[in-house]
């Protein structure tokens, strides 16, 4: 099998002697468990090692893979510049990891990289393994902003191209887990840090790999993890696999959750197709929102699909209320996909004649035209969610006292400049929190003179 074992590891540069100088015997569990799995690689003689870490290239809609033939890097921004690597790249399993992303239209590939130096996210699972095999190239992978079921995926089609090389490989996931452990962390404390940590390493012990999908994003950011899409990809490495799983260790001694677990595949299993299964009931889950989806939803969703498909704008069907032809006001469609904005565009005011005109143009830009995303493409329009918001007209307030995070929407305004966010989003959880992203998104900088408006919405989906 090509696919020898799979690690999940953490990546502290302080577990480094010479970095640590005698700190790192404060997570001596993780260091004897970073031995044992330096010991069982060894063992195994894989010909490629392949490491995801948080810490390489990263890009909001592209998963990086290091390019080239060979690779340096060192522990010089830890005063350890002593502690140096000089890898080579395995450039045929890397080109059909691309050849792969490109018949299957998938955003991945070589692009972008111009500083080829090591990040410590490879660096530390490399400094233990060569203390005892040395006898292997690499292929360093990055993560991206995309979607866990995108990592999953990406994860699948780097298996499909180890099938194809014949190669005899070992992935390990590098990632610290949560950073909000402790009030002395580097992080201080979120009630969401153990939680990650006791669902991330029960999950992971068991090897219950569909269960990594089901991590809400707005949680993960809360606990400050790091490697759970790295955890993801390696999961989509081992799709379809019986595995032998282990908890090796995990310590939570530095405000920062380490954790170590193997992974040993075994025979086929289509009872672990996990994307697949997680997929299935995407689908089933909005098949049954469509069929209880009110007017707002359907306009958008079928100007949507029209102008997506044909490039042809929707016209205010006869099926609409009168309500929606009748009256006028601001409209934000909002679009998901795997539990992700995909895009949402909206206006404060009414702009166009009616609410349902101004629906079938705000849900043709939330489509194609939010400059934070590529236009959505006809294979995506079976996975989209789609929420529309009709605004009530903003009224100005005194104060931040007169917002409400679940209640009310805001508008900051600082001369021209004007940013709005509308209310009871996930993760947002406090005025000053929505006030400060209202902010950013406007362009306005702490200090500046702000006014604040506030409206309530009222949100079909």
């Known amino acids: 099998m090509p696919v020898l074992a799979a690690y999940m590891v953490p990546h502290p540069p302080m577990i480094i002697p010479q970095v640590g100088k005698g700190s790192e015997q404060q997570i001596e569990k993780t260091i004897r468990a970073y031995k044992e799995v330096a010991a069982e690689i060894a063992s195994l003689r894989p010909e490629t ?3 995801s870490s948080p810490h390489c290239v990263l890009y909001a809609d592209y998963f990086h893979i290091s390019p080239g033939k060979t690779a340096a890097g060192d522990f010089g921004n830890f005063r350890a510049p002593k502690v140096s690597f000089r890898e080579t790249y395995d450039t045929e399993l890397v080109e059909a990891v691309c050849r792969l992303a490109r ?6 590939g070589t692009l972008g990289e111009r500083d080829r130096q090591l ?9 233990f393994t060569e ?21 999953y995926a990406f994860g699948q089609i780097i298996r499909d191209a180890v099938e194809q090389t014949g190669r005899r490989v070992v992935y390990i996931a590098s990632g610290d887990l949560s950073h909000k452990l402790q009030e002395y962390g580097p992080y201080g404390f979120a009630p969401e840090g153990p939680e990650y940590d ?18 809400e994003e707005s949680f993960c950011d809360k606990a400050a993890e790091c490697g759970h899409r790295s955890f993801v990809i390696m999961a989509g490495v081992l799709d379809g696999l019986d595995v032998q799983a282990r908890q090796l260790s995990h310590e939570d001694v530095t405000g920062v959750g380490y954790g170590i677990c193997s992974f040993r595949p075994g025979q086929a299993s289509e009872d672990r197709r996990f994307l697949a299964q997680w997929r299935a009931n995407q689908a089933e889950a909005l ?39 009748s009256r006028r006001a601001g409209i934000f469609v909002s679009i998901h996909k ?42 995506e329009l079976g996975s989209l969610e789609i929420h529309v918001d009709v605004l009530s007209a903003p009224e100005r307030i005194e104060s931040r006292r007169d917002l409400d995070v679940k209640k009310y929407g805001v508008i900051v305004s600082s001369g021209s400049k004007r940013g709005l966010l509308l209310p009871d989003l996930d993760g947002v959880d406090t005025v000053d929190e929505q006030v400060e992203i209202a902010m950013r998104k406007g362009g306005i900088t702490a200090g500046e003179r702000i006014t604040l408006e506030r409206f309530e919405v009222v949100r079909h989906s």
């Not at 990040?119 to 400094?127: E, F, I, K, Q, R």
């Not at 006791?198 to 990594?212: P, Q, T």
């Not at 989806?293 to 498909?309: F, G, N, P």
């Open 49 to 51: 090692i392949l490491i």
């Open 119 to 127: 990040d410590h996210g490879t660096m530390v699972p490399l400094y």
């Open 131 to 151: 203390q005892q095999y040395r006898d292997f190239r690499l292929v360093r992978i990055g993560l991206s902003g995309l979607s866990l079921a995108d990592h």
């Open 198 to 215: 006791r669902r991330i390493m029960d999950v992971c012990s068991r090897g219950a790999f569909g269960e990594l999908l089901d991590f």
């Open 338 to 379: 795997d539990g992700r904005l995909r895009g949402c565009i909206g206006t404060i005011l009414a702009t166009r004649g009616s609410v349902a005109e101004e629906i079938i143009h705000n849900a043709v830009s939330a489509a194609t035209r939010d400059p934070r995303f590529d236009p959505i493409r006809p294979k």
């Open 287 to 325: 098949r049954q929102r469509r069929e209880q989806e009110d007017c707002y939803v359907r306009l958008a969703r079928e100007t949507i699909e029209k102008y997506v498909v044909s490039r042809e704008w929707n016209t205010v069907p006869a099926w609409a209320p009168p309500e929606m032809k």
């Open 103 to 108: 018949e299957k239209d998938f955003p991945a």
